[in-house]
């Protein structure tokens, strides 16, 4: 199998390549354009391995783009490169509407010229829960949940994906939809929450908290996402959405004590102590309030199921962040942790 992978130097992506190389011989193209988010050091597992190839490229640019895919000829595209990070998206829009927008559509189109040049092209387009706003107290998310976005982040997530489902019905494009809870696990850009709050309570610097820190967040290891990529890759049906997610709800203020008992259990440190560390700080404009998924769809027609529990999920990414310095120390330099995504600056 050869599968091109967009934005395979970030965090989902390389956990994608990964798995692909390692563990199913896949011959991979990882298509990235190492943005502050990508870093070629997240593929180190792969880097020497004859069946991986990288090719520095913005999706953005159409060109080159094209000549990369009709030159590697994919029989599948697994598309994650994205600008990610909501915070971002309130400070810039643009490059949120570039890059998820404008790039989807481009990939849409050069899938479309590789149709018909292999045998059986498959595309997945992986999105998220985000797009479908907010819950209140009860339910979850459906693949027939009204979109609603929110953010500019979540708005250009939205996009795509109408991109994707109408490449489907107008040019028979086989695209295949995910929209998947918030990921956890190693290789995280440190501006999201989980590693963010690792970092800093290890360093002993405020623990910042949004508004009320009472937003509902439904949990997923990494891997469990990659499984249930490969699922969809496998056996998904062609213009279907797949929702993703492990029912692993918690609110962001229990999601950080967690870390803070995870950290100071395995570095000796005052567990009192990092708690003091805890800030409330204005809330994020138009914050979701809770986020749940409903993954009946793919467990029961595809059979997935995650397989990581939260507790050991967790201790073993506390562990990673913590023994990986010279890692975090580049994602640190090239992000200082400085609060984002305050409309009024
Ligand atoms: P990430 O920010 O860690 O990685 C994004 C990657 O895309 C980076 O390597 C970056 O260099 C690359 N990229 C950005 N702009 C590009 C461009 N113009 N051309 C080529 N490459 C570009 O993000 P992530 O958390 O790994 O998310 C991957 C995908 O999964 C995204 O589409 C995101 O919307 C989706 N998703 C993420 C989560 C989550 O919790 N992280 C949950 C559900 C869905």
């Known amino acids: ?3 091109a992978v967009t934005g395979g130097a970030g965090f989902i992506g390389s956990a994608v390549v990964r798995h692909l190389v390692c563990d199913r011989g896949a011959e991979v193209l990882t298509i990235d ?4 988010a990508g870093n070629r050091a997240n593929l180190v597992q792969v880097e020497a391995s004859p069946l991986h190839n990288f090719s520095q490229t913005d999706i953005c640019d159409a060109a080159a783009l ?3 895919l009709l030159d590697f000829q994919p029989d ?3 598309h994650l490169a994205a600008e990610s990070h909501v915070d971002r998206s309130i400070d810039g829009p643009g490059a949120f509407i570039s890059t998820n927008v404008v790039g989807t559509y481009n990939l849409l189109q050069v899938a479309r010229e590789l149709v018909g040049k292999v045998s059986e092209l498959r595309f997945v387009h992986v999105s998220t829960d985000e797009v479908y706003g907010a819950l209140g107290a009860d339910g979850a998310f459906t693949e027939g949940s009204a979109y609603r976005p929110n953010s500019p982040y979540s708005a250009s ?3 795509s994906d109408h991109l994707a489902r109408a490449w489907f019905a107008t040019y028979d494009l086989p695209v295949m939809v995910t929209n998947c809870s918030n990921n956890y696990g190693p290789y995280q850009f440190p501006e999201k929450m989980i590693p963010l709050t690792i970092l800093n309570a290890h360093a002993r610097r405020p623990l910042t908290i949004y508004g009320d820190g009472l937003q509902v967040r439904d949990w997923l290891h990494v891997d469990d996402h990659v499984t249930g990529l490969m699922r969809v890759l496998d056996d998904g049906r062609p213009g ?3 929702n993703i997610g492990a029912s692993c709800e918690m609110t962001n203020l229990a999601l950080v004590d967690r ?9 000796n440190a005052d567990a009192g102590e990092l708690a003091r560390l805890k800030t409330h700080v204005p809330d994020r404009p138009a914050h979701d309030r809770r986020y749940a998924i409903d993954a009946t769809k793919v467990r029961r027609e595809l059979n997935w199921a995650p397989r990581r529990g939260f507790d050991s999920g967790l201790r073993e990414t506390v562990a990673w962040y913590l023994a ?10 090239v992000y200082a942790g400085k609060r984002l995504g305050l409309r009024s600056i």
């Open 240 to 242: 279907q959405v797949y």
């Open 76 to 78: 599948a595209i697994i």
């Open 1 to 3: 199998m050869r599968v």
């Open 324 to 333: 990986n310095g010279a890692w975090c120390a580049r994602a640190t330099g």
């Open 259 to 267: 870390l803070i008992s995870e950290v100071a259990a395995q570095t």
């Open 66 to 68: 094209r000549s990369a």
């Open 33 to 36: 354009k190492l943005t502050y």
């Open 157 to 159: 997530k939205a996009a």
